[in-house]
């Protein structure tokens, strides 16, 4: 079989020789002696028009064919200059390999992407979900590419593990016990020997503890894989499993951090944009008039910085366009960090040196003894996108603020024996997967960049 996609960049060696292509029923219509099938392969943007004929002795079998059918047409390949798409096939065989019943939801009409969630198995067959899973995974290949051609050793970090990374206690419990038969200590706690692990543990909410681990062996290391949060938070940039990429340098501070966040980030622009043209055009269309405008800006301009007291100072004179009231300490809100992306600055905007109290456990304290050394990337449109810091490497002052905020040291004696054997200055950050797709095709709910979404309430197929 060859593809859709492999006939158009072919086209010119294709072009009146047989062909066999197999797909899924878009259209169909029919006459008396031939009929139009509109076949969709999913290798490609573009569609393909089969002709056929009543001289096929299958020809009543193929003009009942419901749209989503599944059919393997071999024909010839012919221009058609006077229509919308170059060519079409002259079937001499179209084999039907399964029928789609009349109540196939996906029929010839645009449906709403409220409806399409409903249906996560069969959206990826519409346009847009053809676009944004295969612009997904040209991204995937692209931060890949991107670390891999600077050296960067790629890490898979645990998914389930004993420790709160960020502190914030949005876990997932992961349990073997019998939750209606809980086994109890002597004291009415939990007891979790019996457990599987012998001791509470969690899904991960990042792996940058034992990414830190990594680069303190190999110097540049990143991590690429799920993470998991309980968040309570049922917004369109909030899901409980999602992907983030998390490099982490040794020798390194917060400026060569925002440093590599900007050229992953461009590189990624300019990746898609060159590798999906017709996926990118397409989102330009239909989906964010601004996008390709926007992105080639990017390209063509240095992401600005802010602390995050000036960036208190310029949001507190717009306060009366806030629900929430900025101060300083106050946790930035989507509507504060896209009010500074897309009203004052219009492009990427990092934020640095946040207070300690609305930050990790792990981040680097500033002279000031009052703020870190963190920095968020918000882009317009969404908001945060990457979140990250130079790490606290020395080992006084993590134990101290570890003994400020009550954590228990135990469950972080490895990490604490980094700052023992070697420990060196390193920065790293964690870029949210999901909002840099949502970034790149203008898609505004992150349930739409996500196969099979996992949000409240939701963990549907
Ligand atoms: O800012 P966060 O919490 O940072 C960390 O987890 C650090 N350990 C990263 C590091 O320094 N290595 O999360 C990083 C990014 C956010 O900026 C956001 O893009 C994304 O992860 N993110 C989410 N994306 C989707 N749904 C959620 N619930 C998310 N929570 C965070
Ligand atoms: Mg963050």
Redesign the pocket.
């Known amino acids: 079989l060859i593809t859709v996609r492999e006939i158009y960049k072919k086209q010119d060696t294709l072009l009146n020789s047989q062909v066999t292509i197999g797909g899924w029923v878009r259209s169909l219509r029919d006459s008396k002696s031939f009929g139009f099938i509109v076949l969709n392969d999913g290798s490609y943007f573009e569609t393909l028009q089969v002709v056929y004929h009543d001289t096929m002795e299958n020809f009543s079998e193929i003009s009942k064919l419901n749209v989503g059918a599944a059919v393997i047409v071999t024909g010839t390949l012919v221009p058609t200059p006077d229509a919308k798409q170059p060519f079409e096939i002259q079937a001499t065989e179209v084999t039907v390999e399964g029928t789609s019943s009349s109540d196939y939801p996906l029929q010839k009409k645009r449906h709403t992407f409220e409806y399409l969630r409903t249906i996560s198995h069969l959206r990826p067959r519409t346009n847009t979900f053809q676009a944004v899973f295969r612009v997904r995974s040209l991204i995937a290949y692209a931060i890949h590419q991107f670390f891999q051609e600077r050296d960067f050793v790629y890490v898979h970090t645990p998914l389930i593990t004993g420790s709160d ?2 502190g914030a206690g949005e876990m997932f419990q992961v349990t073997t016990m019998d939750l209606n038969n809980i086994p109890k200590t002597e004291e009415g706690t939990i007891d979790f020997s019996q457990d599987f692990f012998g001791k509470p543990t969690n899904l991960t ?4 503890l034992n ?1 830190e681990s990594y680069a303190m062996a190999f110097r540049n290391i990143y991590t690429f894989g799920p ?1 998991f ?1 309980a ?1 309570n ?1 049922n917004t369109t ?4 499993e ?1 992907w ?1 990429i ?1 490099p ?1 340098m040794a020798f390194a501070d917060l400026n060569d951090n925002m440093a590599l966040a900007e050229s992953m980030l461009k590189y990624v622009i300019r990746y898609v944009l060159e590798h999906a043209p017709e996926e990118m055009n397409f989102f330009n269309q239909f989906v964010d008039k601004d996008l390709l405008n926007r992105l080639n800006h990017v390209l063509n301009s240095d992401f600005a910085h802010v602390t995050y007291t000036e960036a208190v100072e310029l949001l507190t004179k717009h306060n009366d366009e806030f629900d929430y009231k900025v101060f300083w300490g106050c946790d930035l809100q989507t509507e504060h960090e896209r009010y500074l992306t897309e009203q004052l600055y219009k492009k990427p905007v990092f934020v640095t040196d946040y207070p300690k109290e609305i930050k ?1 456990f792990y981040m680097k304290l500033n002279p000031d003894n009052k703020t870190v050394a963190a920095v ?2 918000l882009v317009p449109g969404i908001g ?6 130079q790490r606290e490497d020395n080992y006084d002052k993590l134990v101290a603020r570890m003994d400020e905020l009550e954590l228990n040291k135990e469950d972080y004696d490895f990490y604490l024996d980094l700052r023992k054997y070697g420990s060196a200055r390193h920065a ?5 997967f ?2 840099c797709v949502m970034y790149l095709t203008g898609m505004s709910n ?1 349930r739409d960049v996500v196969p099979f979404p996992r949000t409240v309430n939701n963990c549907e197929l």
């Not at 909410?205 to 940058?208: A, C, K, N, Y």
């Not at 945060?384 to 810091?389: A, P, R, Y």
């Open positions: 990374c960020e909410v990042s792996g940058q990414g993470t949060r968040e938070s940039r909030h899901a409980a999602f983030m998390e982490e990790a968020d990337c945060e996108i990457i979140g990250g810091s790293g950050f964690g870029l949210g999901e909002r992150i």
